[in-house]
């Protein structure tokens, strides 16, 4: 006979091990998500706004190329133009003239036809000053384009883009522009539904509300279906677009987790197929332990300060200098990061065909405390706290802190860590209420100029208060110039005397280090960080 200890212990043994089982037999995101063709990726920062034409954060990108398609879409392994909705194009010989021939089955998420039209309407909407698209200048290689956003001409028909049919458009650029194709990838150059949003408010105007669910129109392989802030983003399979059986996933749920740690511990739980970052503390364990989810991807980025020099003191060069030659590029990579980066000294990263990045300011110690005593603050006497501002994340906490040390320790300067949210943040960039912002920029296109065009005086993005006419008439000039060896001279001349006025700091090119779950398959590591969604599925 058993005695009744002994049932206890083994019901509750039983219990227990039935409790286990059901643990094992629990499915997770990840594997529910395998199953049923939906990727689960954490996104960073919750995206502002999801007009294509605004977008500026990677977080706002990432989205618009799965909601929206321009003429040209990109390759998945080395990211070179790939028809998207134009099935083909015409280049005139002079490489002026661009006539794209638009998909007769390319279609909006309502079901009306995508016309040549559409990309007029919409290309106007982005260069209209009241919109305030931070990236319209990328359109002024467009004939007119510059002059009708600066007020110059109010008249459209100024600028080199026309209709001439239903399904032709005809582009004329200012002068010949190798990387044109590629530009026309970013969200900025995508078709927008004038009409659908004219029936909410003035399509040219910043803030009309359709990109709300119920009134959202898209173009893209994917569908907006719910998007609840700071939640979730989900986006699922359009029936409508012009290649959807080539679409393999049937939804994609961004999450917007702004803490890297957080995010790692919801990977860990099998809520995400892919992070958006990685603590920099947990690399070298992931590296020695599950090196199967670790990835170190190459990756256009570079990490610097953006100095505002309209603001006391930094509106003195040499204190300016004496910040970027007191920062250890070094021990930040070496001892911190821990992820392939390296040390910067410009703001273009190496890997950019044909453009070698001139040498910029490196550390020394002995050249900042004398600039700074030569600007009147030997040793920081004298000088009030300075500000940093960078936005919520542990990675840019553990950055700003160590930049905090090194400038306290090193030229006896101090520095309060201010941390907000990146949409504040934005907004205080926008506004220039600031004066040191951590600031990242990743390329948008492979040319040095995806980088240097940001440092014009009239640049959208520039956002320092620095301008030169100098730098803005070697950019100007190089752009003109069909000569590889001479157009690269120029704007490494041109990097150099940015460089040397020191709005910014430059602090390491960066690396994609995330993880990722191997049943995500087509994410091939690209330069740019970009994988078009429909050619990314899953498999159990």
């Known amino acids: 006979m058993i005695g009744r200890r002994k049932v206890a212990r083994l019901l509750l043994a039983v219990g227990v091990g039935a409790a286990f089982a059901g643990c094992l037999k629990r499915e997770t995101a990840v594997l529910r998500g395998d199953r049923e063709q939906v990727l689960h990726k954490g996104m960073g920062a919750d995206p502002t706004d999801l007009d294509p034409h605004v977008a500026t954060n990677i977080a706002e990108i990432d989205v618009a190329a799965a909601l929206f398609e321009g003429l040209v879409a990109e390759d998945p392994v080395d990211l070179h133009p790939v028809p998207g909705v134009a099935e083909r194009w015409d280049v005139s010989t002079d490489g002026i003239t661009y006539t794209f021939y638009l998909r007769p089955a390319a279609k909006w998420s309502d079901g009306k036809p995508v016309t040549a039209q559409d990309f007029v309407t919409s290309w106007r909407r982005a260069l209209t000053p009241s919109l305030a698209a931070e990236n319209a200048g990328m359109l002024y290689v467009v004939q007119g ?19 001439t049919g239903a399904q032709t458009l005809r582009v004329t650029l200012e002068h010949p522009t190798a990387h044109f194709l590629s530009l026309l990838t970013h969200p900025v150059w995508f078709p927008v539904p004038v009409p659908a949003i004219a029936a909410v408010g003035d399509p040219f105007a910043r803030g009309v509300a359709w990109t709300r669910v119920e009134r959202f129109v898209g173009n893209g392989p994917f569908k907006l279906k719910a998007w609840h802030p700071n939640r979730e983003l989900i986006v699922e399979h359009s029936p409508t677009y012009w290649d959807a059986g080539r679409v393999r996933l049937r939804a994609i749920h961004f999450y917007p987790i702004e803490l890297a740690d957080s995010e790692e511990r ?32 190459p990756y256009l980025n570079t990490y610097f300060f953006r100095l505002n020099v309209r603001h006391p003191p930094l509106t003195n060069e040499k204190v300016r200098r004496a910040l970027a030659l ?14 392939g980066q390296k040390p910067a000294t410009a703001i273009t990263p190496p890997g950019l065909p044909g453009y070698a990045p001139p040498t910029g300011i490196a550390t020394n110690l002995a050249a900042a405390r004398a600039l700074l005593a030569e600007a009147g603050y030997p040793g920081g006497k004298g000088l009030e706290p300075l500000e940093l501002l960078h936005n919520t994340s542990g990675n840019n906490r553990l950055i700003a802190e160590a930049v905090q040390e090194m400038w306290r320790r090193d030229l006896g300067v101090e520095v309060k860590l201010l941390n907000q949210e990146y949409k504040v943040v934005l907004s205080e960039r926008r506004a220039g209420r600031y004066q040191i912002l951590l600031s990242d920029w990743v390329g948008d296109y492979l040319d040095p100029t995806t980088f240097l065009e940001l440092w014009r005086s009239d640049s959208g993005n520039n956002h320092t208060g620095w301008g030169s006419p100098e730098y803005d008439a070697l950019l100007f000039t190089a752009a003109r110039t069909t000569g590889a060896a001479e157009r690269t001279a120029q704007l490494q001349k041109a990097e150099a005397l940015m460089l040397a006025a020191t709005p910014i700091i430059p602090i390491y090119y960066n690396t994609h280090v995330f993880l990722a779950q191997p049943s995500v398959k087509g994410w091939h590591p690209t330069l740019l960080d970009h994988h078009p969604y429909k050619h990314v599925w899953l498999e159990k």
């Open 145 to 163: 384009a510059e002059a009708f956003h600066k007020g110059a001409t109010k008249d459209f028909g100024h600028v080199g883009v026309m209709a």
């Open 266 to 297: 919801s990977f860990r739980a099998g809520q995400l197929h892919i992070t958006y970052q990685l603590p920099f503390g947990k690399v070298d364990a992931y590296r020695a332990n599950s090196p199967q989810l670790l990835r170190l991807d």
């Open 326 to 339: 007191a920062v250890d590029r070094g021990a930040i990579v070496e001892r911190l990061l821990r992820g």
